[in-house]
């Protein structure tokens, strides 16, 4: 059989379009390896409501991205929601007892995410510590409930 | 006939959806010459032919090739057989995606391991043969009808064959062709002494060429017997056949009402 | 009545028979052992029926990467959420767009070509003629040309979802002014490689298998005139697109229905 040397260099870059194609996908459009770093700690916070946040919503401090949220779930101890985090180990340690974290809304509408902001208190928390201190997310229908109740008064 | 048969067609019966192609045919090939299978379009033929290769299985009666029953060889087998058939199509059924040379060498590269430069020293042989060895490089769509006829010609022999199946070699052909085929399958025939059965129409080619006859319509064998005899045959079936007329058993006229009665039928009662 | 009853009865044997025929073509069709030639004969069918879409795809992915930009711009805007630009526009594509508009190209561009293709070859007694040369055109011609389909149209679908991206890019950040780092950044928390590029790889290389079988079985099976190649090319794409759609929702349902 004949082989046609042309006809297989356009297949070959074609696939190799293919597969760069996939890699773009995955760390350009599906954010792999970005923000991700290799090592992790975890920490847990307690939250009465949680609005609209999924698993995977990223974790700031001051809008910096430092880790996601790995997993939810109901607390059946206290009835709230406890979310499970994952933030870069270089962190470890370095982040005080009284960190506060709050679940922020990008936007009016957009994704929901965790936004930690460090306290004053001389110790840290390590990995598997749960933060205390912990803000809900604001959810529409009640922010419209208190604003009419406010104009009532 | 008195030469050794090749190939026997014994009580074959075949039907395609309802209708009834072959009802009990019997042939008998000789070894070593053209045996031409003749009959008016639509009597099967060509299914003759695929019946004899293998491809279609009957659904009564043998066909006996060297004693062997076709239908019941192994696949194993019948991939052997067809080893030794050369099969020439109407149309030619060259591979579109092949050029000439490697159309020719296709049969070779499936059924043998020959190095390369043998393969092309056939090939070219066989080219050489049919007159297109300068060919050798165009696509099967850069032919013309006959031209690509004779290529078919080179495949199907290419591998040497005890049997070559001609399926209408000179259908449409113009007539300087149609002489190059005759000539080719003639001097092809001979030079390798080859076994062939020809299916054809074509009266005056055929007779021309063929040691055998065998006229075919209605499912079954009307006659048989040399190009000769059947000239001066006075069987009507077959002196229409041969002769070329137009009307006669088979009619000239599809079943219709009375000319006369059609033409004066009441308006309103078309029908 | 008991005609009507007799019929229908005939038609579902029919049908059934008809997809009988079609799974056992597919059964000898890809089983087989590649070889070197079979290889080649692939990479040639490669070259057919993906690097000669591959013009239409990225096209076709562009306009409409940037139709998404600019409609979904001006419902976000709206809202005030213009933000989550690269989310909808990444979402939509991944998800569905690109596999199903890829798909369908696919169907109307490959699909119609295999089938014309093959039909003309069993016109031409090829099929035949290879037979009594003692090759099984199912290996031959059917074999390479059904891994060309299931191995191209997902390469087609990355792509159209790659040039769509940039597409909306052009269009949300360059043009609109949607703020460049949100319309990346917004993509990447929401778009997750397994839930969604991965699926909906998945749902592209489901597609470029049915819709080259539907391509490659109508071209067997058709009957061996003009008028049998043109029915049998036309059934092709209207049955592919329809399969392709029906199949989107019953995949969709599968990976995405209990989400939320």
């Given at each position: ?24 996908l ?5 954010g792999l ?10 920490l ?25 949220v ?8 206290w ?29 009016l ?7 930690l ?17 912990t ?19 | ?13 075949f ?12 042939l ?89 430069a ?25 032919l ?48 390798l002494?080859?076994t ?7 009266i005056k ?5 063929a ?47 009375d ?5 004066l ?7 | 009545?008991?005609?009507r ?12 028979a008809?997809i ?22 692939w ?21 409409i990467?940037?139709v ?43 699909g ?8 003309l070859?069993k ?13 099984d055109p ?75 079988w539907?391509?490659v ?16 090319t ?11 759609l029906g199949?989107d ?5 599968l ?6």
């Open positions: 059989m004949k082989r046609n040397s042309v006809l297989e260099l356009g297949v070959g870059i074609f696939m190799l379009a293919g597969i760069l194609g996939l890699v773009f995955g760390l350009r459009v599906s390896g970005v923000g991700m770093p290799s090592d992790t700690f975890t847990n916070a307690n939250f009465s409501n949680i609005g609209g946040l999924r698993p995977d919503a990223k974790v700031t401090m001051s809008g910096v991205r430092i880790g996601k790995t997993d939810i779930e109901l607390d059946q101890k009835f709230d929601a406890k979310v499970v985090m994952e933030l870069d180990s270089q962190y470890d340690g370095k982040l005080s007892e009284d960190t506060t974290a709050a679940i922020l809304t990008s936007g509408l957009g994704e929901q995410y965790i936004g902001t460090v306290g004053g208190a001389p110790d840290t928390l390590h990995d598997g510590d749960v933060i205390r201190d803000q809900q997310a604001l959810v529409l229908e009640e922010l419209i409930q208190q604003f009419v109740s406010n104009m009532a008064n | 006939m008195n030469d050794p048969i090749m190939i026997e067609v014994k009580d074959l019966h039907t395609r959806g309802k209708t009834q192609i072959f009802r009990g045919v019997d008998q090939i000789p070894l070593g010459k053209i045996t031409a299978i003749m009959g008016p379009s639509g009597t099967g033929k060509t299914t003759l032919l695929k019946l004899i290769g293998g491809q279609l299985t009957p659904d009564r009666g043998q066909v006996l090739i060297d004693g062997q029953d076709v239908h019941k060889l192994s696949r194993r087998a019948l991939f052997g057989l067809r080893r030794r058939m050369g099969m020439l199509f109407q149309s030619g059924a060259l591979f579109s995606d092949l050029d000439v040379f490697e159309n020719v060498a296709f049969p070779l590269r499936i059924h043998t391991d020959l190095p390369n043998m393969i092309r020293d056939i090939v070219l042989m066989k080219l050489q043969a049919v007159g297109l060895r300068g060919a050798r490089h165009l696509m099967p769509s850069e013309s009808g006959g031209m690509a006829r004779r290529v078919a010609l080179a495949r199907a022999v290419a591998l040497d064959p005890e049997l070559v199946l001609y399926d209408e070699p000179f259908v449409g052909q113009d007539p300087i062709s149609m002489g190059v085929l005759v000539q080719l399958i003639k001097k092809v025939n001979q030079a002494g080859l062939a059965i020809m299916v054809s129409h074509d080619e055929t007779l021309s060429i040691d055998y006859v065998y006229i075919i319509a209605d499912g079954q064998v009307m006659s048989h017997g040399t190009p000769s005899t059947l000239d001066v045959n006075d069987d009507a079936h077959v002196r229409q056949f041969v002769h070329g007329e137009p009307d006669g058993p088979v009619p000239f006229h599809y079943p219709a009402p000319f006369y009665d059609d033409i039928a009441p308006a309103g009662q078309f029908s | 009545m008991i005609d009853i007799a019929s229908l009865g005939r038609a579902t044997l029919d049908v059934l008809a009988g025929r079609a799974g056992l073509f597919l059964f000898h069709s890809i089983v087989c052992l590649p070889s070197r030639e079979g290889i080649y004969l990479i040639r069918q490669m070259h057919f029926v993906g690097v000669m879409s591959m013009a239409i795809v990225v096209v076709s992915g562009l306009f990467g940037m998404l930009a600019l409609q979904g711009f001006t419902i976000l805007v709206g809202f005030g959420a213009d933000e989550a630009l690269g989310q909808m526009v990444a979402l939509s594509l991944v998800r569905e767009l690109a596999p199903v508009v890829a798909a369908l190209l696919f169907a109307g561009r490959a119609s070509a295999l089938t014309a293709e093959i039909g070859m016109a031409t007694e090829q099929l035949t003629s290879m037979e009594m040369i003692g090759v199912l290996r031959r011609i059917v074999a390479p040309r059904l891994w060309a389909g299931f191995v191209s149209l997902p390469i087609l679908t990355v792509i159209f979802g790659v040039v769509g991206i940039w597409g909306g890019y052009l269009v949300g950040v360059k043009w609109l002014g949607v703020y460049d780092g949100s319309y990346w950044s917004n993509m990447q928390d929401s778009v997750s490689f397994v839930g969604d590029v991965l699926n909906g790889i998945i749902k592209s290389l489901v597609f470029g298998l049915v819709v080259t539907i391509a079985f109508q071209g067997y099976d058709l009957i061996p005139t003009s008028e049998g190649i043109s029915r049998a036309t059934r092709t794409v209207v049955y592919a697109s329809l399969a392709v199949l929702f019953i995949l969709t349902a990976m995405f229905g209990d989400l939320g």
